[in-house]
Each structure stands twice: as structure tokens, then as C-alpha cells.
């Protein structure tokens, strides 16, 4: 009954995106043609249309936003009935008891928070020591305890060596070291590339790189000075906000209007269980381009609204330079993580100090006073070094 709901709730979103989108592109009289489509050169398209009409269609611009599909992995044969990737992982009709997934990255992280918080018994797999590896260590130290808390189990630095159903019930996870995983489901989480199947894009001159990815430059501009491209089809960041924003510059630069650079301060959003946000530089980043960061910490147990709310797995963590004194990176782990980056994504663009954090008030209570709390956590460590 909960996957139902689940799956019902999500057309529910998507639809009214979609009827909103729609209402956007018409109010714009923008044309849209539905169906097929593949190059035939670098300026012609031929598009199959429902119902077997095809339709060629020239242009002197083009940009590719074809997004991404579920990465393939050689040994493990994806049947969409119990062997599932990130796309077809959501057909299914009931919520299994147990399930296995594959990878540690983004997907595979939320996917494995969320089907563990709705009762199934999860085990990930992954051939890195932990989730989340981009992620400073206390972080993902975090979301490691949190998902392990609900009973779900994490296996690190594992190599699958074959994937099978048993026939009858259970899908067979072996290990290369010899363990053996049973579960009634399994979601190969690999990660994704670029969704260019039939596109043709040979035609137009194009090719993906080693990373089965577009590459283009700032502009987002392929190597066909016509042709750019945006999103997840030319890989990271692979956040939809970055997306939209890359097919906006695509746009103006195709019609002559230069943007400038892009900002690099884009806040990342894990929607996991617990959430978890970062933006600007990481505790490792800082060690190695300056040397020894000062880190400031507040736990949301200890922020009033946290009490209130009963958030008891949340952190935010300052990440400030060596003498304690500018803001280079933020990053929060818990309920509302994602809404709460942004603050620190605007502090870290106007080139905010540490004491700027605690010297303006925030309102109370609320988990935004968690800055406050990790800038006088800052200030009292750069005190007690000078």
C-alpha cells in the first residue's frame, strides 16, 4: 500500500509540473513538435512522429537536452522484475522486505534512506570504504549512522561478482570475496550517462568522450560551433538546478547573448533520508590548497527548533580558512538541508566573514540559527590559537 501511494503521490507532482511547464511554453508561443527524433547533419533533423509521419525540421541552432539513462554494468542483467535500475525501480507494484542495492553514489543513496524508511530491510553494497565518498568523512559518518539506525546494513569495498535470480524467490548478490547477499529485490545503482540512443549524432559531426558524456566548453557549446548542449547529457554537476541554468546559457549564447562565466557556487542537494547540502569548498579542499581549515560544528539536537521539531540527526558544519576568519564552504546534513544551504550559498557570493554570522541575528527558534551557533564555534577555536 505504501509503494502505491508513493508512486501515486510522484505522477501527482510530476503531472502538475507538467501541465505547468506546458502553460509556460504556450503562454510563450513556443512551437513544440512531439516525437523521435535524429540528426541528419548538423543543421536537419528528422523527427518520426506518433503515428508513423515524419517530419524533417532545419535550424541554425540547436542544443541537445536529452538528460541521462541508467549506466549498464556487463555482470549484472537488469530484467525490470527483479533486477531493476534507477528508472525502473519505482514499477514496482508492492513494497518488497528486502532489497539490495548496488553503488554508493547519489542514487543509490537515496534510493537505499528511502526504501529503508518505509520498512524494507536494505543492504548497499559498494566497492568504496564509505557513501558519499566526494563528501568530507563526517558527513557521510553521519548518514552512515542515521541509515544504519533504521536497521539497514552498509557492506564497503566489495566487488560483485555476479548477480542471479534463484528462479523461485530471491535475488543472488555474490561478492567477490565469497559473501553472498540474498534479497527479494535488487537496484543496480551505477550511475548514469549521457541519452543519446538514436539520436545519430555522428551525423552532426559529434561524439561522446571517454566518460559517455558531450563535451562542451563554458558556453556549453559542443565542438559543432552550431550545436550546444545542457544537462545531465554533459555531465556534472548532474543537479537539475545547474540544468536549467546550463540550457538558459546555451540559449542566449546560441542568439549572441554572452552571459559570462558561470558561477562555480552551486549548492548540491542529496535528497536522501537524512538530507544532505553542500556548497563551496570541503574540509579537504581547504587542507590542500591552504592548509589546516578551521571547521565549525552545530548539532541540530542542540538548536532550540531542532529540540522542538525533534531533529536529532542534523549538523551544520563552517568550513573557514586556517586563520578562522572568511567563510570557504557550508555543509548540512538533516531535515531541511537543502533550504538552508542557500544561506550559506549567498554568505559565501558576498564574501561574508565569520563574525558577520554572529554578529546579525537570526530569528528564533529556528535551524538557521545553526550558522550563528558554528560561527561562535569558529571564533572560539581562532581565540584560543592567537
Not at 541537445?64 to 534507477?86: C, F, K, L
Not at 554508493?104 to 564509505?130: N, Q
Not at 545503482?189 to 551525423?203: F, S
Not at 538552508?340 to 538557521?368: C, R
Request: one cysteine or more; aromatic letters at 6%.
Amino acid at each position: 500500500m505504501e509503494m502505491a501511494a508513493l508512486v501515486e503521490n510522484m505522477h501527482s507532482v510530476i503531472n502538475a509540473h507538467d501541465d505547468y511547464i506546458n502553460k509556460q511554453i504556450q503562454r510563450n508561443k513556443i512551437t513544440r513538435v512531439h516525437g523521435r527524433t535524429s540528426f541528419l547533419d548538423a543543421h536537419r533533423l528528422l523527427i518520426n512522429m506518433p503515428g508513423g509521419k515524419q517530419q524533417e525540421l532545419s535550424a541554425d541552432y540547436f542544443v541537445i537536452a536529452t538528460g541521462s539513462v541508467p549506466r549498464q554494468i556487463d555482470n549484472i542483467e537488469v530484467d525490470h522484475e527483479y533486477v531493476y535500475d534507477s528508472d525502473s525501480i519505482l514499477s514496482m507494484i508492492y513494497l518488497p522486505q528486502t532489497l539490495t542495492v548496488l553503488g554508493g553514489g547519489v542514487i543509490a543513496s537515496e534510493y537505499a534512506s528511502i526504501f529503508s524508511s518505509l520498512g524494507v530491510r536494505v543492504t548497499m553494497i559498494d566497492r568504496y570504504p564509505r557513501p558519499l565518498g566526494f563528501l568530507d568523512q563526517a558527513l557521510t559518518d553521519k548518514f552512515t549512522q542515521a541509515f544504519e539506525s533504521e536497521g539497514a546494513r552498509f557492506i564497503a569495498n566489495a566487488e560483485v561478482k555476479q548477480v542471479r535470480w534463484d528462479g523461485v524467490s530471491q535475488v543472488i548478490a555474490e561478492l567477490q570475496d565469497g559473501t553472498v547477499v540474498r534479497s527479494e529485490k535488487l537496484l543496480s545503482a551505477a550511475g548514469r550517462v549521457a541519452n543519446v540512443k538514436g539520436l545519430d549524432i555522428d551525423k552532426a559531426g559529434l561524439s561522446l568522450d571517454e566518460r559517455g558524456i558531450i563535451p562542451v566548453d563554458r558556453h556549453c557549446r559542443t565542438q559543432v560551433e552550431n550545436i550546444y548542449a545542457a544537462g545531465d547529457v554533459i555531465g556534472p554537476p548532474s543537479l537539475a538546478s545547474a540544468s536549467m541554468e546550463q540550457g538558459r546559457r546555451a540559449s542566449c549564447a546560441a542568439l549572441g547573448v554572452d552571459l559570462g562565466e558561470m558561477s562555480d557556487m552551486i549548492p548540491a542537494g542529496i535528497y536522501a533520508i537524512p538530507e544532505l547540502s553542500t556548497v563551496g569548498m570541503s574540509e579537504a579542499q581547504v587542507r590542500e590548497a591552504m592548509g589546516e581549515p578551521i571547521i565549525g560544528v552545530a548539532n541540530f539536537e542542540e538548536i532550540a527548533r531542532g529540540q522542538i521539531s525533534g531533529i536529532q540527526d542534523g549538523m551544520l558544519r563552517m568550513v573557514a580558512d586556517p586563520s578562522g576568519e572568511i567563510l570557504l564552504g557550508v555543509q548540512i546534513i538533516g531535515e531541511g538541508a537543502t533550504e538552508l544551504i542557500h544561506i550559506g550559498q549567498m554568505g559565501l557570493l558576498s564574501n561574508m566573514k565569520i563574525d558577520a554570522f554572529v554578529e546579525n541575528i537570526f530569528n528564533f527558534p529556528t535551524l538557521a540559527e545553526a550558522y550563528r551557533v558554528a560561527a561562535l564555534h569558529i571564533v572560539g577555536q581562532r581565540q584560543a590559537i592567537a
